[in-house]
Nanobody
């Protein structure tokens, strides 16, 4: 089992940047594939980005490609989401999640993740 705690959310103007962090504790962090999801009010939770166990492969939703970067530091048991050129539509609660095994397709599916953090609010003003 792994416990996840997100941080780094806040209020930012459109065009600004934020870096989210997700600290993991419990079982070996490097054994998990990690993902970031977000959920805006009244909407379903949606995939944002995911990263393989070693960090060698990354995947992004089309809506954030070229603006967001996911990375991980297995020595620090932490996964990051660098968000640049933020837009008001990026406003949501952002969650990190851990997945033990799966395919590239499963990385984009919320139901395939076993562990979730509590979320951190990101608000982008226009």
């Amino acid at each position: 089992q792994v416990q996840l705690v997100e941080s780094g959310g806040g209020l930012v103007q459109a065009g600004g940047s934020l870096r989210l962090s997700c600290a993991a504790s419990g079982r070996t962090f490097s054994s998990y594939r990690m993902g970031w999801f977000r959920q805006a009010p009244g909407k379903e939770r949606e995939f944002v980005a995911a990263i393989s166990r070693t960090g060698g492969s990354t995947y992004y939703a089309d809506s954030v490609k070229d603006r967001f970067t996911i990375s991980r530091d297995n020595a620090k048991n932490t996964v990051y989401l660098q968000m640049n050129s933020l837009k008001p539509v990026d406003t949501a609660v952002y969650y990190c999640a851990a997945q033990e095994t799966g395919t590239w397709y499963s990385l984009k599916q919320a139901y395939e993740y076993s562990y979730w953090g509590q979320g951190t609010q990101v608000t982008v003003s226009s």
